[in-house]
């Protein structure tokens, strides 16, 4: 039988980081040590005590039912106390804050809930690729805007567009400490967002993965500190980065009590809940290891990112420190810069058993930077380097031209 998908799936193009890992599965079959670089997919554990409730709840007959869709009562309370202490925000904890299966799938239902054919949403780009196509799946439109280093030019850039556009947009997805770029920006950034969301009546959507891992003193600002926030938009957080429990599948999305609402009611229709094991073991990572755990796991990534720099930078590269997030979005070295992110990272992946995750695979403003996840250790970090450094003395950018095809067809 001819299987007819929906008009809905092919609206989306293969996904490029799903033909890098095949790629890269196929290569560690063949015997390959791949330091993989890649994905940003965290190599620490969770707290162990946090581990350890989730193991005795694992064993409580009771915690094998459904759990409850929004988040047990008292995980909301512990997040809502999170907020408190780390942010001086206060927020309700039945009314202001949902728990997620990790923000990429709240992120997708909320567009699910507020998104459908007709209405636009604004991106910055490159972008961490779910902001865009969530937005698709839903039906909807989307706009890409720029994103600058510079965030005045940056902002003005999204005003301007915003208000060329007519139907004017419904959303905007924001994402700082950004993926891939790694681009931080401040409170005044924020309050003229809101500002600017107020008056034109737009949704503002923060998704704040990287709201820990930040560097050199860096503190990243919240998005509900500022005092409207909480009438435009919400923030998406996630364990899995700050608490290293990427694999467990916990988030939350923070905020604007009607959005919360929508999206309560279409994950009351999707799903059941996370697993109360889960749950439980959050509350303890929240109530005990909020301030030290992710700070723990900072300082892990901000000595890697400084392995990394120096290394790349002592081999011929040019790449500025990321004050946060677990990536260096590192432009391609000058004389590699025709060949193209993807035909450079089929090089790497082939040449110097890294892998890093093409630029342009984010979006258009992607093309001529990797982004390279600090996901392995030190040591392997070092090898890398050194495979790198190898790999390019001996193959010249013509060669890589010649040898590699640019596409995963
Ligand atoms: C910007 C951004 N948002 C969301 C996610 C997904 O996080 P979660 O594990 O909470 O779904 C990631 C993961 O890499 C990310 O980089």
């Keep these: ?189 924020f309050e003229e967002l809101i500002k600017f969301a107020v008056k034109n009546e737009v949704i503002l959507v923060n998704d704040f993965a990287y709201a820990d891992i930040t560097f050199d003193g860096h503190r990243s600002t919240s998005f509900l500190e500022v005092p409207d926030a909480k009438k435009v938009g919400v923030e998406f957080i996630s364990m899995s980065k700050s608490f290293s429990m990427a694999g467990w599948r916990i988030g939350f999305c923070l905020g604007n009590p009607d959005i919360i609402k929508a999206l309560e009611k279409i994950k009351g229709y999707y799903d059941y809940g996370i697993f109360t094991a889960v749950q439980v073991g959050a509350i303890i990572a929240l109530r005990e290891h909020w301030e030290e755990t992710p700070a723990h796991f900072a300082s892990i990534y901000e000595s890697r990112r400084d392995v990394l720099v120096s290394g790349l930078n002592k081999a011929g590269w040019n790449i500025n420190k990321p004050k946060a997030t677990m990536f260096t979005w590192a432009p391609m070295p000058e004389e590699y810069s025709h060949v193209g992110s993807v035909r450079f990272s089929q090089f790497l992946l082939h040449e110097s058993d890294v892998c890093v995750s093409p630029g342009i695979g984010f979006g258009d403003e992607g093309e001529g930077y990797l982004r390279i996840a600090m996901v392995e250790n030190e040591e392997r970090i070092q090898q890398a380097v050194r495979q790198i450094r190898r790999a390019m003395q001996n193959t010249s950018p013509d060669e890589v031209m010649e040898k590699y095809p640019g596409t995963f067809a």
């Design 1 to 189: 039988m001819n299987i007819q998908v929906s008009d809905r799936l092919l609206r989306l193009p293969p996904y490029l980081f799903g033909k890098l890992n095949s790629l890269k599965a196929q290569l560690r079959r063949e015997g390959h040590d791949i330091i993989d670089l890649g994905m940003g997919n965290p190599d620490k554990a969770a707290p162990h005590e946090v581990t350890e409730k989730a193991r005795e709840v694992l064993t409580d007959p009771k915690a094998h039912r459904y759990s409850s869709s929004k988040g047990i009562p008292q995980l909301l309370v512990e997040a809502s106390k999170f907020y408190q202490k780390k942010y001086g925000i206060t927020l309700k904890p039945e009314e202001e804050i949902i728990a997620t299966i990790g923000s990429k799938e709240g992120i997708s239902h909320l567009s699910l809930a507020l998104l459908g054919p007709g209405d636009s949403v604004l991106v910055p780009s490159p972008s961490f690729p779910i902001h865009i196509w969530s937005a698709i799946i839903a039906g909807a439109n989307v706009i890409t805007v720029p994103l600058f280093e510079d965030q005045d030019q940056f902002i003005s850039n999204l005003f301007t567009t915003f208000k060329m556009l007519w139907p004017k947009p419904k959303l905007m997805f924001m994402n700082f400490p950004h993926n891939p770029t790694t681009s931080v920006v401040d409170r005044k950034f």
